[in-house]
């Protein structure tokens, strides 16, 4: 890990060694990689790809045209279930990008709101663009603010102005997420041998469900989650960490059997 001096006083890297370390950690997977760089020249970055700061600070547009994406791709007739599912793959993505870079590098993003650019319409890995490739020196306090508090605490207003959803479920689907970034780099690391890898992201994210807001959400072994985030109302059966063991319309059909 390089080291360098940033205005803000965090340690880490920036500029092309901040660029390099971001890249690099999309070698897990499609969740973990991020875009870096200045936007397309002469195009406006609204809507098309909107800072999220914008998004939570009452730019409903771009969420809105998220959610009804994922309303139309699954045929949800529910508004609340494509909220939750779109909520949960960007908190995927935040998770991803973090706990990644932090297991492999002992950096993570500098992911101010300001900074990462949002393209609803797009599918990972293209979905989000860091205009400015800092890094900061990860930790569970670093990775707590720049993605709990600087992320997924307005995301989650934000979809509640949507839609009525539940705090609950919304935070149920970031504890998932959290769990599942995990799960994907230890599958990684036992790919690789990098065994290094997958116990720092573990003893993170232990530190990141160390909170209200997440303690809970999943529970060991196997971080399963304990709420559901409703994608079994669209037909899809049940999630591989679902709170449930079988969809409850299955289970209210066998008890009126």
Do not use: K
Request: glycine share 12%.
């Amino acid at each position: 890990m390089s080291g360098g001096a940033r205005p803000d006083g965090e340690a880490g890297t920036a500029g092309a060694a901040g660029a390099a370390e971001i890249a690099a950690t999309g070698v897990i997977g499609g969740f973990f990689a991020l875009r870096t760089g200045a936007p397309p020249a002469g195009t406006d970055p609204a809507p098309a790809a909107t800072p999220l700061a914008a998004v939570y600070a009452g730019d409903t547009a771009p969420l809105a045209r998220r959610i009804d994406l994922v309303a139309d791709r699954l045929g949800a007739r529910e508004r609340r279930v494509a909220a939750s599912i779109a909520q949960f793959g960007l908190a995927a993505r935040l998770w991803s990008v973090a706990l990644g870079s932090a297991a492999l590098h002992g950096t993570l993003p500098a992911l101010r709101p300001g900074d990462l650019r949002w393209t609803p319409d797009r599918t990972t890995p293209d979905d989000l663009l860091l205009t400015d490739p800092g890094t900061l020196t990860a930790s569970v306090a670093a990775i707590r603010a720049a993605v709990q508090e600087a992320h997924l605490v307005p995301l989650a207003a934000a979809v509640r102005r949507d839609t009525r959803i539940s705090p609950g479920l919304l935070w149920g689907n970031a504890g998932s997420a959290l769990a599942g970034a995990v799960r994907e780099i230890d599958a990684w690391a036992r790919r690789t041998g990098r065994t290094d890898a997958a116990d720092r992201a573990r003893a993170l994210a232990d530190g990141l469900f160390d909170h209200p807001d997440l303690a809970r959400t999943v529970r060991d072994p196997g971080m399963r989650r304990t709420t559901c985030c409703l994608h079994y109302r669209v037909g899809g059966g049940l999630c591989g960490d679902c709170a449930f063991d079988t969809p409850p319309g299955a289970r209210e059909a066998a008890s009126d059997g």
